[in-house]
């Protein structure tokens, strides 16, 4: 077995596990718990696909993030896409977006995260998300889109996991995302909770708010608020001034310990990036795991290496998964396979577009 073929059965074992945890967490909602028990056979099923497909020469992972717009309603400190996409164009149209989700499920693409900006600024993608019921979408969002209405909806579509950002506490969200956020976010999760929606929290994990987001009183208190999913982000310095930001060595060391603690601690799933893809041989950027596609078409490494020799508004995504610097990358895992302090390709981004270029000529 070659060691794209490995990492992939290693993923897709990974991701069984993943939803079979799902399932665990939900078995006080059995409506729930018997949706992520048939996600299991259909993730099983994507699997085939992407297998039938690379047997063709197209590499197919299974999560693709898609960033379907850079409009936001926030302006946080530190934020990534405003550091690196400040003034890139939204360019994928409705229809266009509807048919790569469409595309992407046909390919074995069974897991889309939903980035931004804030992608609820696009309310579409809830109701594409719809069209879809066997692929989860993740939507990574501040949450403060959430009306009524579309809790309501959510509370029927279970493969629509809405993920809030938040930092901590009310002093930690509100200092990044502007004052009074945290309690809005408080009520806004009080309100899928009350409506039955799985929901995760998304916490970017900083030097100043380790503890706090580490401490299990405050992660008792969001699972009691009805959280069963927490997503837990290594902060990656991409905006100047915030290198103090980055965990320390010894906070990073700690946390994969406490990973495991809190797994068996709290009835919810817990996964720690880059913690969790060590486990799966270091990045898993560039189609190894996942590919990102930017709200201007890019086919990207991922959303923090804004590096692309491919666009999918040209491109049907099967040609584009065909990508001559992707597959550069994913020969050269050595380059981005380390995930200590932040983002390998990030840090390594001078050698990364120079291997553009070579894929170009």
């Known amino acids: 077995m070659n060691t794209q073929a490995g990492a992939s059965a290693a993923l897709n074992a990974g991701l069984r596990i993943f939803f079979t945890e799902f399932v665990r967490v939900s078995l006080s909602r059995p409506v729930q718990a018997l949706f992520f028990g048939r996600t299991l056979l259909w993730q099983r099923a994507a699997a085939a696909r992407r297998v ?25 400190k530190g934020c990534y896409a405003q550091a690196i996409r400040a003034d890139a164009p939204d360019l994928i149209s409705t229809d266009r977006l509807r048919s790569i989700v469409a595309e992407a499920e046909k390919l074995g693409i069974s897991f889309f995260v939903i980035a931004g900006g804030e992608p609820l600024t696009r309310p579409e993608i809830v109701e594409i998300a719809r069209e879809h019921p066997r ?16 809790i309501r909806r959510l509370a029927t579509q279970p493969n629509t996991i809405p993920a809030l950002s938040i930092e901590g506490t009310r002093t930690d969200t509100d200092a990044r995302r502007g004052a009074g956020v945290h309690g809005r976010l408080e009520a806004k999760m009080a309100a899928l909770k009350a409506a039955g929606v799985f929901f995760s929290l998304s916490i970017t994990v900083t030097r100043s708010n380790f503890d706090t987001v580490t ?10 608020a009805g959280c069963r999913f927490f997503l837990l982000l290594e902060y990656t310095p991409i905006q100047d001034g915030t290198d103090g930001w980055v965990i320390t060595e010894s906070q990073r060391e700690r946390m994969k310990g406490l990973l495991e603690s809190f797994r068996r601690r709290f009835r919810a799933v817990f996964v720690g990036v880059p913690w969790d893809e060590e486990e799966q041989g270091g990045c898993l950027a560039a189609g190894r795991g996942f590919i990102h596609i930017s709200a201007a078409g890019d086919l990207e490494p991922c959303p923090l290496a804004p590096f692309s020799d491919t666009n999918i508004l040209t491109l049907p995504l099967r040609e584009a998964l065909r990508s001559r610097f992707l597959a550069a990358l994913r020969e050269n895992h050595e380059l981005f396979a380390e995930t200590a302090d932040g983002c390998a390709l990030w840090k390594n981004r001078a050698a990364i577009r120079g291997m553009l270029e070579d894929a170009a000529v």
């Open 135 to 150: 692929v989860i979408f993740l939507l990574a969002t501040n949450g403060l889109l959430l009306d009524d209405a579309l």
């Open 52 to 76: 039938r497909a690379v047997k063709k020469g197209v590499p197919v992972p299974p999560i693709a993030i898609f960033s379907i717009t850079q409009k936001c309603n926030l302006r946080c």
């Open 215 to 224: 401490d299990p009183a405050f992660l008792q208190r969001a699972v009691g």
